[in-house]
Nanobody, 123 residues
Framework: QVQLVESGGGLVQPGGSLRLSCAAS????????IGWFRQAPGKEREGVAC????????YYTDSVKGRFTLSRDNAANTVYLQMNRLRPEDTAVYYC????????????????WGQGTQVTVSS
């Protein structure tokens, strides 16, 4: 059974850091792209970062470049999103998602999703 489980969300002050984890089971990450998406209340789900297995590249949306870092540990079947210098506008439910080989920014392209973890940035 394919499963993705996120963890690591929480409440943090502006300028703080969090590290999200996405643990996969039921399949191996070696052949899958893993994307991090987020959805704030009243907004559409947006892609934040993605790691492609086809070419090893990592992509970031402009608003998080230089602040967020995606890394993957294929041996542990886990992907991480290190989030630094967090801003109130980063507040959202964060999801990891998997699809074969290469990244896209379209949520519907991803067949596998985690349950989400809440990130709240507030003083």
């Amino acid at each position: 059974q394919v499963q993705l489980v996120e963890s690591g969300g929480g409440l943090v002050q502006p300028g703080g850091s969090l590290r999200l984890s996405c643990a996969a089971s039921g399949f191996t990450l070696d052949y899958y792209a893993i994307g991090w998406f987020r959805q704030a209340p009243g907004k559409e789900r947006e892609g934040v970062a993605c790691s492609s297995s086809s070419d090893g590249r990592i992509y970031y949306t402009d608003s998080v470049k230089g602040r967020f870092t995606l890394s993957r540990d294929n041996a542990a079947n886990t992907v991480y999103l290190q989030m630094n210098r967090l801003r109130p506008e980063d507040t959202a439910v964060y999801y990891c998602a998997a699809r074969p080989f290469y990244c896209t920014q379209i949520p519907d392209d991803y067949p596998y999703w985690g349950q989400g973890t809440q990130v709240t940035v507030s003083s």
